[in-house]
Structure formats: C-alpha cells, structure tokens
C-alpha cells in the first residue's frame, strides 16, 4: 500500500501483559514519529527516528516503553508490563525527511484491562 | 525544550460564523505545518508554511505565519459541519529536524 500501515488497528490486553506495536512507513521515508493520543486529547510525542541518527527518545513516559527501527523501515513500539493508563490509540507516522510532511497511519487502539 | 501552544483549546462555532485559532511557538521556526484530525480518524496534512509573513488560502481557509516565524494562525470563515474536528499546528524549529505538535484546537459546529 501507498500509505503508513500499523498492526494490530486494536488490541485488548491485560494488565501486566507486553504488547508490541508494529509500523510500516511509507517506502523511502527516513523519518519516522511514535504517538499517543488518549481520547479526546492531543498528540503526545514518544519517539523520533531519523535515518542512522541515534532516536530521539525524549517522548517515552517510562522504562516500560522502547522502540527500535529495523533497517531504516519498519518500526515496533514495546510497551511492557501495560498498565490500564496505557490505553490509548498509538499513531505511527512517516516522512520523506525530517522538516516535511508527515503522514499518519490509522492507528492502534490498546485497550489495557 | 521547544513548547507549541494553540489557543483557544476548544472552539464552539455556529454555523456560517468565522473564527480563528491561533499557534505560538517558543522558539523560532523554519516552517510551521497545519493538521486536521476529523472524530475517529487520524491527523492529515493541511499546510505548510515557510516564509515569514507567508499568508495561504485553501478555499475557506487562510493560514498564517508570523513575521518572527514563531506563530501562526487558522482562519475559517463561513464555517460549515464538515469543518467539525481537531486542528494541529507543528513547527520545526530553526535548525532543528523534529517536528513538535500542539495541543490542538477541538472545533464544534453548531447547525
């Protein structure tokens, strides 16, 4: 597909349980953003990936979350040990390089019970 | 760290009225982007503005961008129910690479 494709579009877990979150971006896109947004709330940044440069991972709220992007391409988000406030949709999206445009995916939804 | 505010948080409009939405930036920027997240949906590119003073119009939308490049403004006139959602603003700072979000601008139409 042409655009940023993420996995699972919903996922409902238990408390405790890890959960990975998986990103496609858009082929040649160097640059690549983690976020959260809980209902009804704004875009919270949680990671930034850009070529070979070491990621920018001032946005992560705890030791629980980490990311990695592998081969420049596709991303995952791990969140471990999930806590009930980890519920929200998780945004992944890509750019042709870092000051462009960015384009989103559609989301994954984790619901923590 | 490079702060990105936008005022008002929530904007109730009445149908056919014009409002604003504003975006201010701690730091300077190199180009400022605007986003609309529709209920449901995910954020979708807008705008992007790079010149100091630039002024863009999408149809009923005019998009500004400061004289200092440290904020920007939305203006929407005539507004319709389609225009019903979120509005990001996000800037990069001068020599910088990261683009910072707002906390967005919630927008209600009243039919």
Redesign the interface.
């Known amino acids: 597909g042409a655009g940023v494709s993420q996995s699972p579009s919903n996922k409902v877990t238990e408390k405790g349980k890890d959960v990975e979150l998986r990103c496609d971006p858009i082929s040649g896109h160097t640059a690549l953003y983690w976020y959260r947004q809980s209902l009804g709330q704004g875009l919270e940044f949680l990671i930034y990936f850009q070529g070979n440069s070491a990621p920018d991972k001032s946005g992560l709220p705890s030791d629980r979350f980490s990311a990695e992007r592998t081969g420049g391409s596709v991303s995952t988000l791990t969140i471990q040990r999930t806590q009930q406030e980890d519920s929200a949709v998780y945004l992944c999206a890509s750019s042709i390089s870092s000051g462009n445009t960015i384009y989103f995916g559609e989301g994954s939804w984790l619901t923590v019970v | ?1 490079q702060q990105v505010m936008q005022i008002p948080q929530y904007q109730h409009v009445q149908e056919g009225e014009d409002f604003t939405t504003y975006c201010n930036s701690s730091t300077t920027l ?2 400022i ?1 605007w986003y609309k997240q529709r209920p449901g949906g ?4 807008l705008i ?1 503005l790079v010149k100091s003073g630039e002024v863009k119009k999408q149809k009923r939308l005019t998009f500004q961008f400061g004289e200092a490049k440290k904020n920007s403004s939305l203006h929407i006139t005539a507004t319709q129910t389609t225009d019903v959602g ?1 509005y ?1 603003c ?1 800037g ?1 700072k001068a020599a910088g ?8 601008t ?1 927008v209600l139409v009243k039919p």
């Open positions: 760290g190199s180009n982007q995910h954020p979708v590119f992007q979120t990001f996000a990069i690479n990261k683009l910072t979000f707002g906390g967005g919630r």
